[in-house]
C-alpha cells in the first residue's frame, strides 16, 4: 500500500498548505524541512528511512538544535533523542460538526492570553506565531478566554484540530466538545476532514474524542531529537 498523507502530515503540511511557515531549505536540501521556531517545533523528513534527509535535516536546523519529529524510533548515530511521548492519531468518522454561537475568532491580539491559558492546561506546543497556522475560536467568561481549540497541520485534504483546552475552573461545560465541533464545522466548509492528535496517555480525552465521533487509526511516537553538534538547545 502507498504511504496515506496522515502517515507523515508534517511532511505534507509543510510541502503544502503550510510552505509560507517553513524555513527556507539549503540548496539541495530539500529531504527535509521544519517550521520556522515562532510558529512550530516541528520538523519532518520525506522518508525517515533515507540518510540524506537526516542529513538535509542537520544541514536546515544546525549543530545541536531540538526539533520534534513524529514516528522516527531510531534515530540514526550521533542524533540524541531527549524527549518520546507515545501518541494517537485519530480522525473524523462520525462528529456532529456545528457551529459554537458562543465562540469568538482569536487572532494575534489574543495571543498573551492563549499562552496563559496553553501555560496553564499544557495542550501541547504553542508557539506566538501557530495561531497563523489556522482558524481559532475561544470561549470568554467576564472577558476573560477561558476555552479555546483550533487548526495546526493542514496536510492535503486533511486538518489537524489542536490545541484544545480549557482553564481547570470551568471544565465539565462540554465547552471542548463545542469548540472541536465548531472548528470541525469550518474544516469541513473547506472539504476537508478533521482529525487530532493526543498522549496514550490522556485516555480521558480519548474516550471523549472517541465518543462524538472520532475513530483512532494509528499510534505515533513524537520525539525531540537533537541534531549532531555541542550548542545546548531547548524543546518548547
Known amino acids: 500500500m502507498p504511504p496515506h498523507v496522515l502517515d507523515n502530515p508534517a511532511w505534507a503540511s509543510l510541502c503544502g498548505p503550510h510552505a509560507p511557515f517553513a524555513v527556507p531549505a539549503p540548496d539541495g536540501g530539500g529531504r527535509a524541512a ?15 528511512g533515507d540518510p540524506r534527509s537526516w542529513h538535509d535535516l542537520q544541514a536546515l536546523t544546525g549543530p545541536g538544535q531540538v526539533v520534534g519529529l513524529t514516528g522516527l ?3 540514526p548515530d550521533g542524533w540524541e533523542t531527549v524527549g518520546s511521548v507515545p501518541g494517537v492519531q485519530l480522525v473524523d468518522t462520525g462528529l456532529r460538526a456545528e457551529p459554537a454561537p458562543e465562540a469568538v475568532r482569536l487572532g494575534p ?20 506565531r501557530t495561531v497563523e497556522l ?3 475560536l475561544g470561549i470568554r467568561h467576564e472577558g476573560r478566554l477561558i476555552a479555546m481549540a483550533g487548526e495546526r ?3 492535503p485534504g486533511w486538518t489537524e484540530i489542536s490545541a484544545v483546552c480549557t482553564h481547570p ?9 463545542r469548540l472541536v465541533r465548531a472548528v470541525a464545522a469550518g474544516i469541513r466548509e473547506r472539504g476537508e476532514v478533521p482529525f487530532l492528535h493526543t498522549g496514550a496517555s490522556n485516555t480521558a480525552a ?7 465521533g472520532f475513530t483512532l487509526r494509528r499510534r505515533p511516537l513524537f520525539l525531540a531529537v537533537r541534531t549532531p553538534g555541542n ?4 524543546f518548547p
Open 169 to 177: 475552573g470551568h471544565r465539565g461545560r462540554g465547552l471542548a466538545t
Open 73 to 75: 524510533l531510531d534515530p
Open 134 to 136: 489556522g482558524g481559532y
Open 231 to 234: 550548542k545546548a538547545a531547548k
Open 153 to 155: 497541520l493542514r496536510p
Open 206 to 212: 480519548i474516550r471523549l474524542y472517541e465518543s462524538i
Open 34 to 48: 521544519r517550521y520556522r521556531d515562532d510558529v512550530s517545533p516541528f520538523a519532518a523528513l520525506a522518508d525517515p
Open 109 to 128: 491580539a489574543d495571543v498573551p492570553e492563549m499562552l496563559d491559558l496553553v501555560a496553564l492546561t499544557r495542550p501541547g506546543p504553542f508557539l506566538p
